[in-house]
């Protein structure tokens, strides 16, 4: 199940040209805040928040899904999007680069998409 819904974000990044869509499982960790983080950055304010909708859009479609709450639409720099077991990360890449999130958890698992997948 996790990974049939993962699949459908990261093809809702892709669809909206989401760049270096990665997916990292903290389940072997123990500590995190939920299962999977998936992440990607794009090159404008624009772009993350079409990316954004379109995850919304795609995850009610495909998997009945609704998001608990989301945060950092307003600016779009970074927008967090809560689904429970799973957490979206929208960069701006510049702000993917400073926050370097992967870095944070690098020891979990990773899965990177892309078109060809």
């Known amino acids: 199940m996790d990974k049939k819904v993962l699949k459908v974000i990261a093809d809702a990044m892709l669809e909206k040209k989401g760049q270096d869509v990665v997916?990292?499982?903290?389940?072997?960790i123990g500590t995190a805040i939920s299962d999977y983080f998936i992440v990607c950055?794009?090159?404008?304010?624009p772009a993350v928040v079409a990316i954004a909708d379109n995850i919304e859009e795609?995850?009610?479609?495909?998997?009945?899904?609704k998001v608990i709450r989301t945060q950092g639409k307003e600016n779009a720099f970074w927008v967090i999007m809560d689904y429970g077991d799973i957490v979206v990360h929208v960069f701006?890449?510049?702000y993917r680069a400073f926050y370097r999130l992967e870095d944070l958890w690098a020891d979990a698992p990773r899965?990177?998409?892309g078109d060809e997948d």
């Not at 950055?41 to 304010?45: E, F, K, L, V």
């Not at 795609?58 to 899904?65: A, F, W």
């Open 111 to 113: 899965e990177v998409y």
């Open 92 to 94: 701006q890449t510049p």
């Open 58 to 65: 795609r995850m009610m479609e495909k998997c009945g899904r």
């Open 41 to 45: 950055n794009a090159d404008s304010t």
């Open 23 to 28: 997916s990292l499982d903290l389940k072997p």
